[in-house]
């Protein structure tokens, strides 16, 4: 560090670190600071409960500049009542404080008194920043379609480019002739060793077992029910299906299939850390809200994907099932299904990766939104070699 320790007063200590206390973090910062890492300091402010552990250290510094800089982003984040005091305490010890809203360029977000997770509240301000150029970046929905066997019909042809794109993408080795074969029932992990051991032959079998289950999420979604709700019922289901194949080969434990994980996940080659084991309690369910919550199929279709990998619920298989969210989320705009090509598998994590470390989400939109204008525009699927990949 460049710059002297805090006092004992000001450190705290969690998991073995020793850090400022947030209150003396937040007196500590610079105003470039609140600009540049907005999202940050909002999450924190969301926790601060009543204001004297800042009045105090306000006071004994004699920081009127600082105290008019947090009474504005307190009032910002919907802390009105510690704003309040902050300007009525300083004003009483004979400063002049001048109250400013250093987030002025986002809109206030009024975060619920009950909510203690900073978790939720970093998800619903991600959620309220990416939004507006998410919305900007995509196409007009089309709208629910009048034929849903029609357009279900489209969907169940999309599945071998579907499998083999998404499953490519992930690192596995499979052609058409494995995915036909375990669509067409001759994939036989009792007789066939091969396809009992076989890493890449289980992915598949799982692939099509769960693409089965999201086929009947995308029919919910079309005969009108809300999408969110549909996707926090079965996503669920659609992640069973997905490693079943992989339990029953002893490829993996059955207490793999229990749920979201218990321990924590890396991304390779990503500068982002999925929130910890601990947060998902909390972050799972107010993700689904904001789907839930949702008006605009393409914030829905963007936001969904992006925010679901952003969690990483899962020890695995977040990817594939994010894909699958994205396209039950195509579904509800009336947007056809849409595939991402292995052969763009470098744009697409770049893309995500700007939106997790950068908390800007305008290249994955335009990522996702130029692949369904091609789709819109009648182009084919992606290729699929006949050859393992």
């Known amino acids: 560090m460049r710059v002297e320790p805090p006092v004992v007063a000001d450190r705290a200590k969690k ?3 020793r850090l400022y206390a947030p209150e003396a973090a937040l007196v500590a910062c610079s105003p470039n600071y609140f600009s540049e890492h907005a999202t940050d300091l909002r999450t924190v402010l969301s926790t601060i409960r009543e204001a004297s552990g800042v009045l105090s250290r306000l006071l004994e510094g004699g920081h009127s500049v600082v105290a008019g800089r947090l ?6 984040v919907g802390r009105d009542r510690i704003a309040d005091e902050i300007a009525k305490t300083m004003s009483a010890a004979s400063y002049d404080v001048r109250e400013n809203d250093p987030f ?7 975060f619920s008194s009950r909510e203690t997770s900073p978790y939720v509240n970093r998800i619903r301000l991600l959620w309220q920043k990416m939004r507006g150029p998410a919305i900007e970046h995509f196409p007009a929905a089309p709208g629910l379609p009048r034929n849903v066997d029609s357009y279900l019909k489209r969907v169940e ?9 998404s499953l490519s993408i992930e690192g596995y080795r499979v052609g058409r002739a494995l995915i036909e074969r375990v669509r067409t029932g001759t994939w036989d992990p009792e007789a066939n060793e091969d396809d009992r051991e076989q890493r890449d032959a289980m992915a598949a079998r799982g692939y099509w077992q769960a693409y089965q289950s999201v086929q009947g999420s995308v029919r919910r979604v079309l005969q009108g029910e809300n999408a969110g709700a549909v996707a926090d019922d079965d996503h669920r289901t659609w992640y069973r299906q997905l490693f079943a194949p992989s339990v029953t080969a002893g490829l993996i434990k ?10 924590p996940v890396y991304i390779r080659k990503s500068m982002h850390v999925p929130l910890n084991r601990d947060a998902l309690r909390d972050a799972m ?3 689904f809200d904001l789907l839930r919550e949702e008006t605009d199929p393409a914030a829905r279709v963007v936001l969904g994907h992006f925010i679901f990998v952003y969690i990483h619920p899962y020890i695995d298989g977040n990817g594939r099932i ?3 969210l994205m396209n039950v989320m195509m579904a509800s705009g009336g947007y056809p299904w849409t595939v991402i090509p292995v052969e763009n598998r470098t744009a697409y994590l770049h893309a995500l990766e700007k939106a997790s470390v950068g908390e800007d989400i305008a290249p994955f939109a335009d990522f996702v939104a130029g692949l369904v204008e091609k789709r819109l525009a009648g182009e084919p699927l992606p290729a699929v070699p006949k050859t393992s990949s």
């Open 71 to 76: 009474a504005g982003a307190f009032r910002n």
């Open 157 to 165: 042809d999309a599945y071998v480019a579907d499998a083999y794109h």
């Open 322 to 324: 994010g894909r699958f």
């Open 254 to 263: 059955p207490v793999d299939l229990a749920g979201y994980r218990n321990g």
């Open 285 to 287: 369910p107010t993700f």
């Open 15 to 17: 998991e073995g670190l």
């Open 104 to 110: 002025a360029h986002n809109p206030a977000l009024v």
